[in-house]
Nanobody, 124 residues
Framework: QVQLVESGGGLVQAGGSLRLSCAASGRTFWSYVMAWFRQAPGNEREFVAAILWSGGRTYYADSVKGRFTISRDTAKNTVYLQMNSLKPEDTAVYYC?????????????????WGQGTQVTVSS
């Protein structure tokens, strides 16, 4: 059973930084794509960034490109999202997701596994 557990959310002022972590367990993730999505109240779940577990190739939403960085530590089975220059519009619940399909895609339906989410609030 795959488990994804997020941590690192919190309250930060605009312009600040946070690092989210996603601890993955339950199988070997070598062929997987891991991603971060976010969902603000009243909005649909929105793609943020994705990374190929093998090789580390990345893909970002335009709204976070240049501010956020996704990375993974294969020894720790953990995926990170470093968020810099945060804006109030980044406020949302952030979810870690995993896909066995091996493609860097921004569509939530393509992801098989989800964490419980962690709240990020950016004050102005």
């Amino acid at each position: 059973q795959v488990q994804l557990v997020e941590s690192g959310g919190g309250l930060v002022q605009a312009g600040g930084s946070l690092r989210l972590s996603c601890a993955a367990s339950g199988r070997t993730f070598w062929s997987y794509v891991m991603a971060w999505f976010r969902q603000a109240p009243g909005n649909e779940r929105e793609f943020v960034a994705a990374i190929l577990w093998s090789g580390g190739r990345t893909y970002y939403a335009d709204s976070v490109k240049g501010r956020f960085t996704i990375s993974r530590d294969t020894a720790k089975n953990t995926v990170y999202l470093q968020m810099n220059s945060l804006k109030p519009e980044d406020t949302a619940v952030y979810y870690c997701a995993g896909s066995s399909r091996g493609a860097l895609v921004p569509t939530p339906l393509m992801y098989d596994y989800w964490g419980q989410g962690t709240q990020v609030t950016v004050s102005s």
